[in-house]
């Protein structure tokens, strides 16, 4: 019984492995916008997209669209 739940447990820890590195390719994808401003407003937007309040579209984050 021990031997079923270490095989248990060293089977749900190689299948987490994958998740996590797609976990931090999308956190680093994130903050990339091709239109980002750099001016007064960067370093509040780079805040927003950071706090999930701001997502973008299409690898864009169009700061001076209508909303």
């Known amino acids: 019984m021990k031997r079923l739940a270490l095989f248990m447990c060293i089977v749900m820890l190689i299948g987490m492995l994958p998740i ?21 407003s960067t370093a509040a937007l780079h805040s927003a997209v950071d706090n999930k309040l701001l997502v973008g579209f299409d690898g864009k984050l169009m700061p001076n669209g209508q909303l």
């Open 20 to 40: 996590a590195s797609f976990a931090i390719k999308a956190i680093d994808e994130s903050r990339s916008f091709s239109d980002m401003p750099n001016d007064w």
